[in-house]
């Protein structure tokens, strides 16, 4: 069955430093998002992306935030200039089409700022 | 506002009694309303839809949109059913779709 990975597992770094996520949504989605989960919060979104551009963000994405999708594969979350409080589990998910499909999600990588 | 809640944080039963995980929800229009499992150190998964309609490991959730509720429910837990349980919703909002999640509720199924 096909995965949505997400490299690394666990990533620690230091405040201020800059952090790429990655992903490999499954190869025939479209639609691609980020979420968070702070230890022992729920699950946030964070952006949605579609067609190669945010469809949506949350306020939680802000300008350290992006997102890209630079070589029609990968899906990659960036944060800029990590603070203490951006440590948290992030997931990568994708779905087929829009909206009452099933979103698959990655195994997430857990960031630790430190 | 888009909302979903989970009203439990933890709930125990033993082997053999019966389940439910109370989810409501908030949202004005028509949403699609979701269940996801996370068992240990494992990622998310679907466990069923309100749209499909069917049973999945045994479990079932009606969507009641006079109560705005899409409980879920077994009638005899089993030992792995223990994990993380998340209601999600998945709508339009601000011209895309989104899934929102509650805040889930960890069931422990006793031996």
């Known amino acids: 069955e096909p995965e949505v990975t997400q490299t690394p597992s666990h990533q620690v770094t230091q405040m201020g430093q800059e952090v790429i996520l990655r992903c490999v949504p499954i190869?025939?989605?479209?639609?691609f998002y980020w979420y968070r989960q702070i230890l022992g919060q729920k699950v946030e979104f964070l952006v949605s992306?579609?067609?190669?551009?945010?469809?949506?963000k949350s306020e939680i994405f802000d300008d350290q935030f992006s997102v890209e999708r630079p070589d029609g594969s990968n899906f990659t979350l960036k944060i800029r200039s990590t603070k203490l409080e951006d440590s948290a589990m992030y997931f990568c998910a994708s779905s087929e089409a829009e909206g009452g499909t099933e979103a698959f999600f990655g195994q997430g990588t857990r960031l630790t700022v430190v | 506002a888009q909302r979903v809640t989970q009203p439990e944080k933890l709930l125990s039963v033993f082997k053999g009694a019966p389940v439910e995980l109370k989810c409501n929800y908030s949202?004005?229009?028509?949403?699609?309303l979701f269940w996801y499992v996370q068992y240990s150190r494992q990622r998310l998964q679907l466990l069923l839809r309100h749209i499909s309609r069917e049973s999945i490991k045994g479990f079932t959730a009606d969507l009641n949109k006079g109560e705005t509720s899409f409980h879920l429910k077994k009638p005899f837990a089993q030992e792995e059913d223990s994990a993380m349980y998340y209601c999600a919703l998945s709508g339009l909002a601000s011209g895309t779709y989104k899934y929102i999640f509650g805040t889930g509720t960890r069931l422990k199924v006793l031996a």
């Open positions: 992306f579609y067609n190669n551009e945010i469809s949506e």
């Open positions: 190869s025939n989605h479209l639609y």
């Open positions: 949202y004005s229009g028509s949403p699609e």
